[in-house]
């Protein structure tokens, strides 16, 4: 079966530091993988998606960038964090004959 | 793109009682809505899920109605109990080119008291 693994777990960093998040997928080759966002309290906003290595589609204007070195990892970069990128970020795994989308256990950023 | 409305935002029930989460989305070429539980701290888990080619779901205690005509559909949990009190968002999406990529509401925090 699919597993999604992040690290770190939680995070907190100055404003204006730089950003990396790592997922990877173990279980699948060739997954869809995507990075949400949820703001304390909030829902899951869609931040990036990706079907393959090198092919990376962004859903909203932001302060975020995302990579897909490997087949099997996708990574989530800033270079200088806001405020504003405060909360909580998920990383997401599908196969791609699958609808099933199952998650990781997420990385809790603080930017201060 | 698609747009997905989750109501109410809190639910407080009795243990033993049914809850009712609604959803509406505005894309009418969306034709998968999971739902997902999300407790404290944790990942949000996949627990139904319906396909617009049907129009009710059951699992158990869990049930999912769709309505096409209306844009709209609901989640149905019976016989509540504590261990449901979470975070439930509802999602839509159009299956196509391979990929899933689920829009999601803004969740329900539905506390369940005994």
């Known amino acids: 079966s699919q597993t999604i693994h992040q690290w770190p777990a939680t995070l907190v960093q100055p404003v204006g530091s730089p950003l990396s998040l790592e997922c990877t997928v173990e279980?699948?080759?060739?997954?869809?993988l995507y990075w949400y966002r949820q703001a304390a309290g909030r829902g899951l906003q869609l931040l990036f998606y990706?079907?393959?290595?090198?092919?990376i589609s962004s859903e909203v204007p932001q302060n975020l960038s995302a990579s897909r070195p490997q087949d099997r990892q996708f990574i989530l970069s800033s270079k200088k964090l806001l405020l504003s990128d405060s909360g909580f970020y998920l990383c997401?795994?599908?196969?791609?004959?699958?609808?099933?989308?199952?998650f990781g256990n997420g990385t809790r950023l603080t930017v201060t | 793109g698609e747009n997905v409305e989750q109501h109410p935002s809190t639910l407080s029930v009795q243990e033993g009682d049914s809850a009712v989460i609604k959803c509406t989305y505005s894309d009418s070429a969306s034709n998968y809505f999971p739902w997902y539980k999300q407790e404290l701290g944790k990942r949000p888990q996949l627990i139904i899920d319906i396909r617009s080619n049907v129009g009710e779901k059951k699992d158990q205690r869990i049930a999912v109605t769709l309505n096409k005509t209306a844009k709209h559909f609901s989640l149905h949990i019976t016989e509540t109990q504590p261990e449901d009190s979470a975070v439930y968002f509802c999602a839509a999406s159009q299956l196509s080119g391979g990929y899933n990529k689920l829009i999601f509401g803004a969740g329900t925090r539905l506390a369940v008291h005994p």
């Open positions: 997401a795994g599908g196969k791609q004959a699958s609808i099933g989308l199952h």
């Open positions: 990706s079907i393959g290595i090198d092919q």
């Open positions: 279980g699948t080759s060739n997954p869809n």
